[in-house]
């Protein structure tokens, strides 16, 4: 949480200098475990290997041979394996019945102690309360959670009190030139379905 620390010393009218006892965490060469190779989960592989680190992924079906290799990626069968592995682990999957509380107390407690807990997906895939249990008890270092849920969460809850967890307001597609793509797909979809064209971003393909 060197990021969130920084710049809370960086603004706090309390601070007359910068000290150097506060340290975070090296991406370059650490493991990333992403949950859900999927397009996004896929695209988090592409940028992660320009930082030179190590790729593990868990995921419904494996990707092909040539997909695995153009990013660097390893494809766990076993979530638990991923987990025991990565420094920082991702989820990037689709909140299904089969998804909802993905992560609970027994796979917190399989993370490393020194680990990252990174929610891109929903905030229903986390059991919460042993999320918010784990990181009191330091069971893993920290999570950054784009999602919570519910979204807002209720002003007393636990995890905006903690130091080790960042929590964004759902802002991982919150820029003009992704929210401007996102409305052209929706158009061109409308219209194929307006013509009795094949839809081109169709969730469940017939």
């Not at 010393?9 to 650490?30: C, M, N, Q």
């Not at 209720?154 to 401007?180: F, K, M």
Request: proline content about 5%.
């Amino acid at each position: 949480m060197c990021l969130h620390t920084g710049c809370q010393i960086a603004v706090s009218p309390h601070t007359k200098y910068f000290a150097v006892d506060w340290l975070g965490v090296e991406v370059t060469r650490a493991t990333l475990g992403i949950i859900g190779m999927g397009s996004i989960g896929y695209k988090v592989a592409q940028r992660a290997r320009a930082f030179n680190m190590r790729i593990l992924y868990h995921n419904r079906n494996r990707r092909r041979k040539e997909e695995e290799e153009a990013v660097g990626a390893h494809y766990c069968a076993k979530m638990e394996d991923l987990l025991q592995q990565s420094d920082f682990v991702m989820l990037v999957v689709n909140l299904t019945p089969e998804t909802h509380k993905l992560i609970g107390k027994k796979e917190l407690g399989l993370m490393k102690p020194t680990a990252t807990l990174i929610n891109i997906s929903r905030g229903a895939v986390i059991d919460q309360d042993a999320l918010v249990e784990a990181l009191q008890n330091k069971v893993i270092r920290a999570a950054a959670l784009d999602v919570t849920y519910p979204e807002p969460l209720p002003r007393d809850h636990p995890l905006l009190n903690l130091n080790n967890v960042i929590i964004t307001p759902h802002i991982g597609t919150a820029t003009v030139q992704a929210i401007h793509m996102m409305a052209e797909e929706a158009i061109a979809n409308i219209l194929a379905v307006l013509n009795s064209q094949p839809i081109p971003s169709e969730v469940f393909p017939k």
